[in-house]
């Protein structure tokens, strides 16, 4: 398809992921846009298309031949020869950049720098080159790293220990954008679920689902009579992917340049770590007792049974994450809730609702459900192990010599 068929080009790269899938299907319901899509290669159209048009079913529409229309996927260059994008990027009249394509690999250093950072970098001195009137960078809300304070709306000039080099790659891909002198726009999402109506989740394992997975390989083959949780009750930043479509929607349309966005759930209305785990636990294990700990240091982790260990290491990161007391500035989400924004926070039972979905097209499960729910306990223990004091240092008394 050579022929421009709509209003104006949006380049969106990381359109065949999980976040960037979202974003077209609500540029091409809500917006008159020409999406072109960098694709990498074995990214064919059939496999480009089959989750956007089961986002737009599942969102109430169609994606009909007019939309189909207005997606141009061309070859992904590297990043030293984005040039190559020159004649389509005219071809398209493309007017504005949304950058979405990212790697969440927190144990691949290079990988990181190389997509996050110097992608970003070089998508941005292109962006410039074709004079672009907006460029889009859809960021994390971790990008500040561990504070213990609100975060800001705002670059983060005093950044906290970073979790990993995910969130300081991020961090200094923000300042990239901020830096060029383009009109931008920085999203900031927290942990994007599945679906607040009906669970349905496309993306990849991380976050939450790396989680669930996590438990769906390792406790879901035999009954554990005893289970040990990381399970502090902190409020666990979580927000359903339509609410994040909803954000970017109201923002694409109505925020001014320069506006950096923390996309959260009210921290009320959001379980904590204690519940997810007893979520999962009631529906799917049923223990006769559950310890639980408020910090990873504290689980006798030689002590516990390998698989539960082999857990706790598998999500050890998104577990720590999920421990810390994080507290946003949600000035420009109230603001754009004023203006009319839907946007529905995550809680305990729209989790519930997408853990269920996960469960029901878990054939692993269903097979241990049918297997061991004969014994599952009629009632769980739950224990809360305490803190141990963190122990005085002894004073030494001066000796004359």
């Known amino acids: 398809m050579s022929k421009r068929t709509a ?53 109430g529409s169609e994606l009909t031949e007019e939309m189909d229309a207005r997606i141009r996927l ?10 190559e994008l020159d004649a389509i990027v005219a071809e ?42 907006r460029f889009v960078y859809i960021s994390t809300a971790f990008s500040s790293g561990y504070l213990f304070r609100p975060i800001a709306e705002a670059l983060h000039d005093a950044p906290g220990v970073d979790p990993t080099a995910y969130t300081r790659t991020k961090r200094e891909a923000e300042e990239i954008v901020a830096g060029s002198g ?30 669930w997975a996590g438990m769906e390989r390792l406790l879901c083959r035999e009954w554990h009579p005893e289970m040990h949780a990381l399970a ?19 923002a694409y349309r109505l925020l001014p340049s320069g506006s950096i966005v923390n996309i959260v759930s009210n921290p009320e209305t959001l379980p904590d770590l204690r519940a997810l785990w007893d979520l999962w636990l009631d529906s ?17 982790l030689r ?20 421990s810390h007391p994080w507290r946003f500035d949600t000035t420009t989400m109230n603001w754009l809730r004023a203006q009319g924004m839907t946007f529905r926070d995550a809680t305990r039972d729209s989790v519930a609702l997408c853990q269920s979905v996960f469960v029901a097209e878990s054939k692993l499960i ?31 008394a001066a000796v004359a010599v």
């Open 92 to 133: 398209m009249g493309v007017q504005e950049i949304v950058h979405c394509a990212g790697c969440l690999d927190y144990f691949n250093a290079g990988a990181l720098e190389a997509v996050n950072v110097e992608l970003t970098r070089r998508m941005v001195e292109h962006a410039q080159r074709w004079n672009v009137s």
């Open 366 to 396: 269903q097979e241990f459900l049918a297997a061991c729910s004969s014994s599952f306990a009629d009632e769980t223990t739950q224990i809360d192990v305490p803190t141990p004091p963190i122990a005085a240092i002894p004073t030494v």
């Open 232 to 250: 502090p009750r902190q409020a666990v930043q979580l927000v359903h992917q339509d609410a994040f479509q909803s954000v970017f929607l109201s």
């Open 74 to 83: 061309v070859d992904l260059p590297d990043s030293d020869h984005l040039g």
């Open 7 to 59: 209003g104006r080009g949006v380049l969106l790269t990381g359109g065949s992921g999980y976040v960037g899938g979202l974003i077209a299907a609500t540029l091409l319901i809500h917006e008159d846009v020409t999406i072109v899509a960098p694709v990498r290669k074995g990214i064919d159209r059939k496999r480009f298309l089959e989750p956007l048009r089961a986002e737009v079913r599942l969102a």
């Open 182 to 211: 383009l009109p931008h726009l920085i999203l900031r999402p927290a942990i994007i679920i599945g679906d607040s109506n009906d669970g349905h989740y496309s993306g990849k394992q991380y976050g939450l689902y790396q989680l």
């Open 284 to 300: 799917c294990l049923r223990p006769r007792a559950t310890f639980y700990y408020d910090r990873m240091a504290d689980i006798p």
């Open 303 to 322: 002590e516990i049974n390998g698989k539960q260990r082999a857990l706790l290491a598998l999500a050890s990161v998104n577990l720590q994450i999920a």
